[in-house]
């Protein structure tokens, strides 16, 4: 593995615990000493300890191993709240509804920080009956593309992966949405009002032809 326990967050975690060396040693079968060169830097606990060593500090061997508590504060399960972590190696999308230790191909993840839609990412809806049709005027090629598209309400989260040489379009049940989230693979994570839509007006885009003028105006900028 890319990490592992360090010494300090040993000690760390077991002034948490308002444990002494001997305790912990106790408790794991080896030496009060063993436990000095771990918070030393001498050594490093076998690989069979890191559970044992999870268990008596309360965590789990990930918040071990990277030093982080995950705090369970965000129980409310509103899904307005969700994060987004994306695997930079393989574009692996990790949604959470709070603090969470995220890890894949040995990174750790950081929840995307969502930004307003702009000039160049722009997303254009229509309402269909009763769904959100989706479009984002975005080049889908190899090298740059955009990689999902998701519809946040209270009380659900619905995402559709999207993929390079495709279409940057998506369909979603109108059911309280609130926000339109999306990831582009250079520049991050975007966002919009689905109220409000693009120009500002609480209403979506049911004008077609305006909807037209304004997607030519955006290939305009973005050529």
């Not at 999306?182 to 500002?200: M, Q, T, Y």
Request: aromatic share 8%; glycine share 6%.
């Amino acid at each position: 593995m890319n990490q592992y326990i360090t010494g300090a967050v040993i000690r760390e975690m077991r002034l948490q615990k308002h444990m002494t060396q001997l305790q912990l040693a106790q408790q794991l079968s080896v030496s009060d000493k063993t436990v000095s060169k771990w918070e030393t830097g001498k050594g490093y606990p076998d690989i069979t300890l890191l559970e044992p060593i999870a268990k008596a500090f309360g965590v789990s061997v990930t918040e071990l191993i990277s030093g982080t508590r995950i705090s369970n504060r965000n129980v409310s399960a509103n899904m307005m709240r969700s994060l987004f972590c994306v695997c930079p190696v393989c574009g692996n999308v990790i949604h959470t509804m709070g603090e969470a230790v995220v890890q894949c191909h040995g990174i750790q993840l950081h929840p995307a920080e969502e930004e307003p839609a702009d000039e160049r990412h722009m997303i254009f809806v229509e309402r269909v009956e009763d769904e959100y049709y989706v479009r984002i005027d975005h080049d889908m090629t190899k090298s740059h593309y955009i990689s999902f598209v998701a519809a946040l309400s209270p009380d659900r989260m619905q995402l559709v992966r999207l993929y390079p040489e495709g279409n940057a379009e998506a369909r979603f049940s109108m059911h309280g949405v609130k926000k339109f989230l999306f990831w582009c693979n250079r520049d991050g994570l975007f966002s919009a009002d689905a109220v409000k839509g693009i120009d500002g007006r609480n209403r979506a885009y049911d004008d077609t032809e305006e909807r037209r003028a304004l997607e030519k105006a955006a290939d305009m900028l973005l050529g």
